[in-house]
T-cell receptor, first 111, second 110 residues
Framework: DGGITQSPKYLFRKEGQNVTLSCEQN?????MYWYRQDPGQGLRLIYY???????QKGDIAEGYSVSREKKESFPLTVTSAQKNPTAFYLC??????????FGSGTRLTVV | KQEVTQIPAALSVPEGENLVLNCSFT??????LQWFRQDPGKGLTSLLL?????REQTSGRLNASLDKSSGRSTLYIAASQPGDSATYLC?????????FGAGTRLTVKP
């Protein structure tokens, strides 16, 4: 079955450490997105990519980085510059007119 | 910038009731509108997608309507069940720029 796979499901980061969240899709979607969700708040866009080797900053890109070397993959790195990284991270993909499909999320906690 | 508002923020109903969740948006130049369901600690599951040229979509006990001119959408749930308990999110797409409401947390009591 086609879908989006996010890993790991839970991730713990120490202060000053970079961590990378994985997002893989086999839907042949062109566009991929990363969102952050905090309790009681809506989803906020971190980065998005509409084609391979190209990506754009969203509303809250500071402290994050991405790459899009393959159509299927859009990993997100949370850098040490992100001062409040504890949140639920969601990856999504889309193709024109089809709406968005989401992964199951990664919960990141700073320890 | 598109802003999406969902009212109410929380709703509790007894099992079997019909209910309506509301979504409003500020920019009517949308490509489509999508309703999602989110269970605690889980990702978003797509319920219904309404293209800008459509007025409504139906799936089982769910019916979603879209009125672009007034910037409103409603999600109607018929004969609610305890399994419908979840947070429901409305999202509006302005050409690959999807904006989300904060959601309505629904509790259906047995």
């Amino acid at each position: 079955d086609g879908g989006i796979t996010q890993s790991p499901k839970y991730l713990f980061r120490k202060e000053g450490q970079n961590v990378t969240l994985s997002c893989e899709q086999n839907l042949n979607h062109d566009a991929m997105y990363w969102y952050r969700q905090d309790p009681g708040q809506g989803l906020r866009l971190i980065y998005y990519s509409q084609i391979v080797n190209d990506f754009q900053k969203g509303d809250i890109a500071e402290g994050y980085s991405v790459s899009r070397e393959k159509k299927e993959s859009f990993p997100l790195t949370v850098t040490s510059a992100q001062k409040n990284p504890t949140a639920f991270y969601l990856c999504a993909s889309s193709i024109a007119g089809s709406g968005y499909t989401f992964g199951s999320g990664t919960r990141l906690t700073v320890v | 910038k598109q802003e999406v508002t969902q009212i109410p923020a929380a709703l509790s109903v007894p099992e079997g009731e019909n209910l309506v969740l509301n979504c409003s948006f500020t920019d009517s130049a949308i490509y489509n509108l999508q309703w999602f369901r989110q269970d605690p600690g889980k990702g978003l599951t797509s319920l219904l997608l309404i293209q800008s040229s459509q007025r409504e979509q139906t799936s089982g006990r769910l019916n979603a309507s879209l009125d672009k001119s007034s910037g409103r959408s409603t999600l109607y749930i018929a004969a609610s069940q305890p399994g419908d308990s979840a947070t429901y999110l409305c999202a509006v797409d302005n050409n690959n720029d999807m904006r989300f409401g904060a959601g309505t947390r629904l509790t259906v009591k047995p």
